[in-house]
């Protein structure tokens, strides 16, 4: 019987390698240190390469790791050596087109913060106890929000932070006209 693909962690680090959201599902990195260290290497081992364009493969401690860089954003995911490559890079770029559909496009590290809630919830939407439930990022960011590119969703529909920027939005508006 064939095991369903794991994941390690999920691993959103900013252009410092300082963490912004992590969700860890392995006993790898039993401590807030371990955790923080192999941030720090991994951030490390990636930061010269420009995976801006296509996401990234490298290995590291019996581990590989997908990543991908969207301005001032480092996204990870990890699994173990005998994980398919493929299927990390599935669950990578589903979480990278979901955060960019509920960001509405502005992928970075101010709106990341702004929107912690909806990334954790993509988080939970994709992996549950280290097991791949969905890479399809129509549905991950559905399912985590409401569709964030209908800024005309009514209040009642939208999570707060959703409901706070589009009352930025529309007192912007109110303020150019």
């Not at 790898?28 to 390469?49: G, H, L, M, R, Y």
Request: net charge negative; glycine share 4%.
């Amino acid at each position: 019987m064939e095991l369903p693909p794991k994941v390690k962690n999920i691993l959103l680090l900013d252009s410092e390698g300082k963490r912004i959201a992590a969700k860890y599902y392995s006993d790898d990195w039993p401590t807030n240190a371990t955790k923080e260290a192999f941030e720090k290497s991994v951030f490390t081992k990636t930061q010269k390469t420009n995976a801006r364009a296509e996401v990234e493969v490298t290995a590291m401690e019996n581990n590989i790791i997908v990543y991908k860089v969207a301005q001032d954003l480092h996204f990870f995911v990890t699994g173990g050596e005998e994980e398919n490559e493929l299927v990390l890079e599935s669950v990578l770029q589903g979480l990278f087109d979901a955060v960019n559909l509920l960001l509405r496009g502005n992928v970075d590290k101010r709106e990341a913060l702004d929107n912690l809630d909806l990334i954790f919830l993509c988080f939970d939407e994709i992996i549950d106890g280290g097991i791949v439930l969905e890479t399809d990022a129509n549905v991950i960011a559905e399912k985590a929000g409401i569709n964030s590119s209908d800024p005309n969703a009514p209040l009642s529909e939208q999570t707060i932070s959703q409901a706070l920027a589009t009352a930025r939005e529309h007192f912007k508006r109110s303020l150019m006209n």
